[in-house]
């Protein structure tokens, strides 16, 4: 079995960066889970300028910069600030992260619920740097397996709902004020009841109090198809990162003709809302098409971009795009931070090698250990073979 990963109790922010393989990581938080056009314009400014010209979307629907220097770092901030990327006080990446159904529009319940939210911030209870809340009030929920501690969302019967991760079904409320009244409530209930030594909802182990019974189902949608949408286009990023000047070309072109995209949307799928845009940018390096392979593949950045990653791993991932017709999650460590749960076939890395997992995790024992990427893909020809 892979050795176990060293696990940072806390996750990087603006604020705060983590040192990685490539430099200094910036988690960039995008306000309501949107940012205007000329936002994502100064966003691959910054990476350009002050990083190495990479973004990437995380599963938590942030936005990381990479390479980011010592030197760099004091300009980034003041470049990032003054586009009102990040906030000017540092407490403000303190609160949980909050993470926002794609698709919302301004007044519906989930844009009202994160305003609320936002507006009483500071009397959430004081939780672990990794806790996050998710806000998916439209008509069909699409966060479930995207990861939150705690959630608001619609019911099957068509209300409002309050959930703590970990469980099926949660607490029905009535209106947006007492979904939020409640999410509070459950905030300090965490605390008090040990949530710091739990770390996250899902491995707490205390009951749910009384007044928080989990007996009402939440509903559930389907995640941003692309192409079309109602709100303008769905692009994909392969693997969750793109280079500045792609993305720049697909928000304004390069031929300085004028585009009607408006803002962009992030999700915790690899993909992009493109608002108001009326036609599907044509650009490379970009995922248009849902039968795209890379959007049923997991792919962490691996070596040299994370320090605990020993091995390359998005090389792999696009030479077995098109080649395995699974689910696959390539993880530089047995960390598996691309990829929580199971895939039919993961491959992790240690000590520069792989290990070949069948329909397990990154830490899953596999069933071949310490090969050759060559060798990898050999075992994995053979396999296929067996069916």
């Known amino acids: 079995m892979p050795p176990s990963p060293r696990i940072k109790g806390w996750c990087p922010g603006a604020w705060r960066p983590m040192a990685t393989g490539d430099g200094l990581l910036v988690r960039v938080r995008p306000p309501l889970g949107e940012l205007s056009r000329e936002q994502m314009l100064a966003l ?10 990479l973004i990437e979307l995380t599963s938590r629907a942030n936005l990381q910069l990479r390479g980011v220097t010592d030197a760099s770092w004091p300009p980034l901030m003041a470049f990032l600030v003054e586009h009102q990327l990040v906030s ?38 004081a939780m672990p740097g990794k806790v ?15 990861a939150a501690d705690f959630r608001i969302e619609r019911s099957t019967e068509g209300g409002l709902l309050v959930r703590a991760d970990g469980y099926a079904q949660g607490t029905a409320v009535s209106d947006t004020d007492a979904a939020v009244e409640q999410l509070v409530r459950l905030t300090h209930w965490f605390v008090d009841s ?21 007996d009402t189902a939440p509903s559930h949608g389907e995640k941003l198809a692309l192409g079309e949408h109602s709100e303008g286009m769905v692009v994909g990023l392969p693997f969750g990162r793109v280079a500045a000047d792609t993305l720049r070309e697909a ?22 809302l493109l608002k108001d845009c009326d036609t599907l940018p044509a650009v490379d390096g970009l995922i248009r098409h849902n039968s795209d392979p890379r959007l049923a593949m997991d792919a962490c950045p691996g070596a040299p971009y994370c320090e605990q990653a020993s091995v390359a791993t998005q090389p792999l991932a696009g030479k077995l795009s098109g080649w395995v017709e699974t689910s696959v999650h390539i993880s530089g460590c047995a960390k598996g931070c ?3 749960r199971p895939a039919a076939l993961c491959l992790t890395g240690r000590d520069g090698r792989f290990d ?9 024992t596999p ?21």
Not at 112 to 124: D, F, K, N, V
Not at 132 to 145: C, Q, Y
């Open 44 to 53: 691959c400014e910054a990476t350009e300028t002050f990083g190495s010209g």
């Open 88 to 125: 000017d006080d540092p407490e403000a990446e303190r609160q949980p992260q909050m993470m926002l159904a794609p698709a919302w529009q301004k007044g519906d319940d989930t844009h009202t619920i994160a305003r609320l939210l936002q507006a009483r911030g500071s009397e959430l209870a």
């Open 132 to 146: 996050g809340i998710a806000i998916d009030a439209g008509k069909a929920p699409v966060l479930g397996d995207s």
């Open 194 to 214: 040990g949530g710091w030594e739990s770390g996250r909802m899902r491995r707490h182990k205390a009951p749910l109090p009384d007044w928080a019974p989990a």
């Open 251 to 272: 928000v304004f072109p390069a031929s300085g003709s004028q585009t009607s995209i408006s803002a962009v949307q992030v999700t915790p799928w690899r993909r992009l």
């Open 338 to 340: 691309a990829r929580q």
């Open 356 to 364: 070949v997992i069948i329909n397990g995790r990154a830490d899953s």
């Open 367 to 387: 069933v071949k250990s310490g090969l050759t990427e060559s060798e990898a893909l050999d075992v994995i020809r053979k396999l296929g073979e067996s069916r």
